[in-house]
Each structure stands twice: as structure tokens, then as C-alpha cells.
């Protein structure tokens, strides 16, 4: 019974977003796609970032809680390449801005994988055998590190940038717009999310991470280098956090030493949401949780504002871990005895 009763809860919860959406897209058709659309690209941006959660935990069960703080100090590393090196600005050419956003991508896509392949040799790896709080507890120091780190390097106020994707719009159909810079963002990333399940699930060594996933002993005896798979591991989740440093501060043109910290907890709830472990999974909770940022934010009819976002996505974070731990696309499975 009290089960059936949660679920008519969840299902009445879920009509009733579904209600507000529906009067929101009927009310105004197209206010509701171009939020829809903004939902979609903050969503892609949050995927990358979530990835490297979900990669590393498939394959050590570990939360690094540093990984945010990696995704910082790469976007911090790209506003120095962009502002400070090589000067971009809104008078510069396409041809300066293409070149100069290629380099800090190289830059801060090696930096982060570099810098997240050096924390897992220095402060995980000789704690892979210990109780699961030990490493967790690292992370968490490992995180107060770099973000002093930051702090030290670019001091407290935000690096800022002006728009250098412009945001007038490429094209527009029946008055939902899509200009460049949101475009620009998808164009990076969605060809590295397709890209990063390719590599998993049709390589060498993307089946060995998913051999040493599932059995890092049996991985071992194999013949599969496990130390070497899970360095990889940590540079290709570090590689994103790169990559998605670079966009977020291109995208919302600011970055301070702190701002892994919230950003970091969203993209771990949309890797908690889709299925901690799951790459599709973690790619979907990022989008659900771009689109509740959108609309909750954007949408004008019965909308609790801007001040309700965290709220909304912690919430969301808290009802997931009671009602399905495993994710929306996760599968439950029985605990070791």
C-alpha cells in the first residue's frame, strides 16, 4: 500500500508538470521553444561535466567531488589563453576567435587531463583498497586544494570575457530563435559526446574500462593494464571537465575559483538523476535538468522565478536518491553480500 501510494504520488507530481508545461507552450508557442532551446544547450554544457562523474564512478565507484573544481580551473586556464594571451574581443576577426578558442580548448582539455590523471596517482590510487570513505574524504580535500589553488592564481573577483560567439541568430522559424552562440555550443559538443560513446563501447579501451568496471581482478588476469585503464579513465573525464570549462566560459562570458563548487554539485545530481555509471544516463539528467533550469526561469505563467532553481534541482536530486537510487536509466541491483 504504501508503495502504490508513492507511486500515485509520483505520477500526480508528474501530471501536474506535465499540465504547466502543456498551458506554458499553449500560452505562448514560442516563448516556451525558445526557452526550450537555451534549456537544451545550458544541458549540454552540464553533460560534459557530468560525464566525468559518471565515468569515474563506473569504473572505481569513487565521487570525485573534485572533478568541479578541475572543470574551474580549466575555464580559468581558457580565459587566460583567451583574454590574456592572445587578447580576443568582440573587434576580432572569425578567423582570430576560431584559432584562438581551437588553442584554449587544446590547452585547457590537456591541462585538465593532465591535472585529473596526476590527483588519481597522488591522492586515489593508493587508496583504492580502503574503505570507501577514505577516498571520498580525499576527494573533498582534494576539491579545498584546488579551489585555493584558483584563488591564488586569479584572486576572487570573475574572469570575464565578452561574447565572442555572436548571438545574433543564424536562422529563425515562426519566432523561435537560434542564434550562433548557443548553436556554437552544441556544435562542440555534441560531436564529443558522440565521439566519447564510440570510443566506449567500440574500442580496445573503452572494453577495457568496461572489463575493469565490472571486475577489476578478473580485468587484471585477463591481461588488461588496470592501473593504465583507470589513468585513462581519469584523463578522458578530465578531458571533458576541459572541455566543458572552455564552453561554460564562453557561454556565460564569466568564471571565478568557486564556480566548480555549485556547477560541480548540479552536473553530480544529473549523473545521480540519469544513473550514476550510465553515460546515456548521465546525458539525459544533464538535459532534465537544463530544461528545469530553462523553464523555471524563463517561462512567464505560474513560474516560481529564478530565486527556486537551486531548490528545484536539489529537490529533485533528493527525491531521486528516496524514490529510484538507481536513476531514471540505471538498474537496480542487489547489494554483495
Known sequence: MPGSLTGWLGLGFIG???????????????????????GLTNGAVYALVALGYTLVYGILQLINFAHGDVFALSGLIASTVIVGWIGLGAESSTGEVVLGIGLALVIAVVFAATLNTGIELVAYRRLRNAPRLAPLITAVGISFILQDVGLVGWGVEFRTTEKLIPNRDAFNIGGVHFPWDKLGVLWLTVP???????????TKQGKAMRATSQDMDAAAMMGINVNRTISFTFALAGGLAGAGGLLYFLHFTSMRYDTGFQLGLIAFTAAVLGGIGNLAGAVVGALVIG??????????????????????????LIATLVFRPEGLLGERTPEGG
Open 192 to 202: 564529443v559526446l558522440i565521439a566519447l560513446t564510440w570510443l566506449v563501447r567500440s
Open 16 to 38: 501536474v508538470i506535465v499540465f504547466w508545461l502543456g498551458a506554458n507552450l499553449v500560452n505562448d508557442p514560442s516563448e516556451f521553444f525558445n526557452v526550450a532551446f537555451i
Open 291 to 316: 530544461f528545469v533550469q530553462s523553464f523555471n526561469e524563463g517561462l512567464t505563467w505560474l513560474a516560481p522565478g529564478g530565486d527556486w532553481t537551486r531548490s528545484i534541482v536539489f529537490g529533485i
